[in-house]
């Protein structure tokens, strides 16, 4: 007699997607960061102390990439990259606070 696995497959598990999108070292740091409004790459080393530019450049790419954060380039002099929470990353805020309240 064979079973069925009734059970989705962990791939197929939304909870599961959002905290790969999240993971990482300096993934939820930078989130966190990016609730007062948007980031600079420069501001993000000096305020996560160990960081350095191949990582923090990783995360932010693979934000980008995910839809949480956007990329917005300021022709302002200096010229510089600002990086904003997408409508996408605000829906996650909840989430977060809902974590933080069962610390």
Same mark, same amino acid.
């Given at each position: 007699?064979?079973? &069925?696995?009734?059970? =989705?497959?962990?791939?197929?598990?939304? =909870?599961?997607? $959002?905290?790969?999108?999240?993971?990482?070292?300096?993934?939820? &740091?930078? #989130? @966190? *960061?990016?609730?007062?409004g948007?980031?600079r #790459?420069?501001?993000?080393? @000096?305020?996560?102390?160990?960081?350095?530019? &191949?990582?923090?450049?990783? =995360?932010?790419?693979?934000?980008?990439?995910?839809?949480? $954060?956007?990329k917005?380039?300021v022709? *302002?002099?200096? $010229?510089?990259?600002?990086? #904003?929470?997408?409508?996408?990353?605000?829906?996650?805020?909840?989430? #977060?606070?809902?974590?933080e309240?069962? $610390?």
């Amino acid at each position: 007699m064979t079973t &069925q696995n009734t059970e =989705a497959p962990i791939e197929s598990c939304p =909870a599961e997607g $959002l905290l790969k999108q999240l993971s990482g070292k300096w993934k939820p &740091q930078i #989130f @966190r *960061l990016s609730l007062s409004g948007p980031v600079r #790459f420069s501001s993000l080393l @000096r305020q996560l102390p160990g960081s350095n530019k &191949q990582s923090v450049s990783t =995360a932010l790419k693979e934000m980008e990439e995910t839809g949480i $954060l956007t990329k917005t380039i300021v022709k *302002l002099k200096p $010229l510089h990259i600002e990086y #904003f929470l997408t409508e996408k990353g605000k829906k996650i805020i909840p989430l #977060f606070e809902q974590l933080e309240s069962l $610390l």
